[in-house]
């Protein structure tokens, strides 16, 4: 079987999940020798981009080159699969979405003009079809590599479905939640890094985004008991997916 | 025939034991008392109620693996069965009783689960009885008690400024023949008894508010009820009962395979999870969060007891009723289902 | 021999027959490579085994060959998910790991001297097929047989020779194919498996009826074999869960107080109702 076409390519983003692929380190040559890598212009020069077996997309799409990009690389790509957070729940740029990009320029840039042609950061899923989601910010690197042999074997991955508190659990952590009373959005975050934050004693911040069935009014009730207000609990909820909202929550 | 031992002896027989094989027992760590591999008695906590993780893990352990194959040109597939012979200290009565409950399920039956046979073989089991029961514990709902041996090979009961001593089983008395030549003294056997039913007798208050009695007579008619749908609502589903809990035991079976060969192994899951029960067609019999609480709930309380008679799945070890950050725990559950209302 | 019921024994794929037209669905003739093994290898209909493809997993199958024609064993798998893909990807002379019989087997004893009556719809004709060849090889001991069975279209029938060619041979035995929509080569009747059953009007006395079908035929077929007077102790079916182990331990497949694994998959409808709703 031919190795399949790879491209990898960031919209608006800080890159960070595309350096996660380029410090791959011990597994780098291992990766690279299974696919025929034709697009990635962080490590090389000379991109060929005719067509795609799988694209791999970074970062949230705010500008009108952004929708244009991607609808560019989806039409040309079999697969496409989005890559951190902001590409799967639109991350941080888009935690005041909100508010709306005028408010949001006169605040930054004291003017209301529309400086860059821009919408409110928005998720790939919202302007095309999306094959596979792998959030994180940034990616987890076994999460890219266990997702890149699933899609090697010619099976699409499967979408880790735990939420952190199973993470924390594994490295058998002191719950922060509960023994600390800390704002930790554990319980409603998709899990797969391995609890890294906690293990350290951060409470979780969310940035892998909601996990599935992710219980928010449960969430927030425990929070509220613990003396947050439900207006710090919103923000700390939308931080990396602004659509995981209390609208979900009854 | 009961026994003593002093603490140092004790001790002595411990390290002993640490340098042929794994010594597993309750240490500290990040404040938290847990059930892990020490090297040396001086590591071991002899002040907690119960530890956090059970002896499940290292009977039925996280991950074991089964087999390694090889697929390059032909198939050839090779068994791994675990070899550690492994000693595990102060293990409180609830979790003694646990052990019994898997032993049903793994062992018994048509097929009996060979590498948790091998384990429960290479494994000594030292139990201690409970001086301080937590407020989160309720063995004696279920006929246990804080001096209860359960599966022990050796039973100590903390007496004073020693600790009385009972073998159980042949291994529990080759050890104390063994290895434990020399350091224990026959004790007198009226107040040896007397030790022990103090301690069968002591207090857990907990258990005397949680009566599980006919409960899965009651359970038999409650599957549709309104409750689950409640109840279910607060579940965060993180998993974290199963995980904690002694008697829980669903794994799955996944391979690892590079380059033509690889391993099979298996690992814990949990029911609480959306596709444990998910088909490949796509079909899931429990597609919600109700579904999966009950059929939690039901497990311990109402299957488990129809198809291996007698006991409940559950021995009241308390560690969901700490752990669970919203407080969904089979005490409660019991209490409503009895009718008292104990969820807020 | 392994010492754990986990470890699978090694076999070999003999040959691979693509029963439908989408070659979605394949027949796979399997032999354990130990001689000892292939010869003590003793199943009932109805029982299953789990078969490896080493790398990717493990998935629990019908037997759909019949105990009564020994030294051929046979699977009958659909394309469906990962092992299943990967199983339709291999050829005559790979290997595979088989670990079985497992399960529980269709109740033999009660049907003797009965009329039968055999319901099945698309893929699930698979384990009908080990009991009807296994009840035909014995065709004294029984009564009346029917065999009523449908699929989407004529290109998704599956076991076309035994349907069509075969079964057709024996003695008061009765052969009723039906497709949901037909072709342009289709003489047959075409409507959905329940109510063709019912125009077939079959009696229910000193009968037994065994279905195997998707979930929502198996609902209706029923409720049409209530209606035509066939109690629930009269009436067969398999239930189909997720499972790892298929020994009864890893508690995946449980329906209430049951494993599918090892009490299952064949239950009478008396049985079936007994058990809470969660299949």
Sequence with gaps: MAKPKVGIFGLTSCAGDQLVVVNLEDELLDVVGAIDLRSFIMAASNPVEDEFDVALVEGSVVTAEDEERLREIRAKSKLLVAIGTCAVWGGIPGALNDLGRNTLYRIVYGTDEDLFKASVARPLKAVVPVDFALPGCPIEKHQFLEALASLLHGDLPIAHNTPVCLDCRFNENLCLLKAKGQLCLGPVTAGGCRARCPSHGLPCEGCHGPVEEANFASEVAILQEKGFSRERVARAIRNFAHQADLARTS | MLMTIAPDNLKNLLDKLARDRLLVAPSMEDGVTRLKPVHSAAEIAFDYSNTATSIKDFLFPQSEDLLRFVTDGTLSIEEIKPERAQVAFGLRPCDLASVALMDKVLLGGEFSDAHYQTRRNNTLLIGLACENPADTCFCTTYGYNPGWAGAADVMLYKDGDKYLAEALTDKGRELVGGPGEGLFKPADEAAGEAVKKAYAEKDVPFGKEVDVQGIDKILDGFFYDQYWDDISKKCIGCGTCTYVCPTCHCFLLTDEARGGQGLRFRCWDSCMFANYTKMASGANPRPTKKERVRQRFMHKLNYYPNRYGGSYLCTGCGRCVAMCPVGLHIAGVIKDVKGVKAHA | MPESPLIPLVGTIDKITSETAASDIKTFQVSFDDPAVMDNFNYQSGQCAMLSMFGVGESMISITSTPTRKGVIEFCIKKTGRVTDAIHEAVAGQKLGIRGPYGNHFPLEMMKGKNLLFIGGGFALAPLRSLINNVLDNRKEYGRIDIVYGARSPGDLCFKYELFENW??????????????????????????????????????????????????????????????????????????????????????????????????VFTLTQLKQLPPEF
């Design chain 3, 168 to 265: 057709t041979k024996y003695e008061n035995t009765g052969v009723h194919v039906t497709v949901d929509r037909g072709d342009d080569k289709w003489t047959g009747p075409v409507g959905f498996v329940p109510p063709y059953l019912e125009s077939l009007n079959p009696s229910a006395k000193d009968s037994v009826a065994i279905t195997c079908g998707p979930p929502i035929m198996i609902k209706m077929v029923l409720q049409s074999l209530s209606k035509l007077g066939f109690a629930d102790d009269q009436v067969v079916t398999t239930l189909e869960m997720k499972m790892q182990c298929g020994v009864g331990k890893c508690g995946r497949c449980n329906v209430g107080g049951k494993y599918v694994c090892v009490d299952g998959p």
